[in-house]
């Protein structure tokens, strides 16, 4: 079953450094989504992108963020200057967006666990 | 602002008992909602759905309920097995434009433990 990867699985950078969190989308996906979660608290969305542009972002996504889809199968979200609260997981997940049935759900990726110290 | 939030951050039940995970969302404006399941380590992983213009649906050990009059839905398992102890969460999406492929608004999760 194809599925959404991420890479690395946990990154540790210091505070004030850029990182760069890749995923790899299921392949005919038109529809892509950055959401992270704090320990102990709930998924929270940051980010769509559809057509080779930001569809959606919400407050938390600021200057600071900036996602890209470089080729045909990447798909970034880099955090210029990290601060210590940007600690979280951050999952990636894709949508068919077609006309077929069930081409609305998102699929999530496993994951990056991201330490700012 | 819209929320999803649950009744019991956790909940424990006995292998074979049948479970019930309940969600509170205060966006009347509301009209897909789904259940996501997530296992230390893993991503969310769906579950089941429901659209705001049914008010139960069924799948394979699972049926959600949903209850617009007082905002409120319901993950049923029957017949609960350890692999399903993970955390819950449900999810609500406000269509715009008739398209469910927008931000999707999350609960902070119930912890579901199985005991054999």
């Known amino acids: 079953e194809p599925e959404v990867t991420q890479t690395p699985s946990h990154q540790v950078t210091q505070m004030g450094q850029e990182v760069i969190l890749r995923c790899v989308p299921i392949?005919?996906?038109?529809?892509f989504y950055w959401y992270r979660q704090i320990l102990g608290q709930k998924v929270e969305f940051l980010v769509s992108f559809y057509n080779n542009e930001i569809s959606e972002k919400s407050e938390i996504f600021d200057d600071q963020f900036s996602v890209e889809r470089p080729d045909g199968s990447n798909f970034t979200l880099k955090i210029r200057s990290t601060k210590l609260e940007d600690s979280a997981m951050y999952f990636c997940a894709s949508s068919d967006g077609s006309a077929r049935v069930r081409s609305y759900e998102q699929y999530f990726g496993p994951g990056t666990r991201l330490t700012v110290t | 602002g819209e929320s999803v939030g649950l009744h019991l951050p956790t909940l424990s039940v006995q292998e074979g008992d049948n479970s019930i995970i309940n969600c509170a969302y205060s966006?009347?404006?509301?009209?897909?909602f789904i259940w996501y399941k997530q296992e230390s380590g893993k991503g969310p992983q769906f579950i089941i759905d429901?659209?705001?213009?049914?008010d139960k649906r069924q799948g394979q050990r699972v049926t959600v309920l949903l209850n617009k009059t007082v905002k409120h839905l319901s993950l049923q398992i029957a017949a609960t097995q350890p692999g399903d102890s993970a955390v819950y969460f449900c999810?609500?999406?406000?269509?715009?434009?008739?398209?469910?492929?927008?931000?999707?608004?999350f609960g902070r999760g119930t912890q579901l433990t199985v005991w054999p």
């Open positions: 392949s005919n996906h038109l529809y």
């Open positions: 966006n009347s404006a509301s009209d897909y």
């Open positions: 429901i659209r705001s213009n049914m």
């Open positions: 999810a609500e999406n406000a269509s715009r434009r008739g398209s469910t492929l927008g931000r999707l608004y």
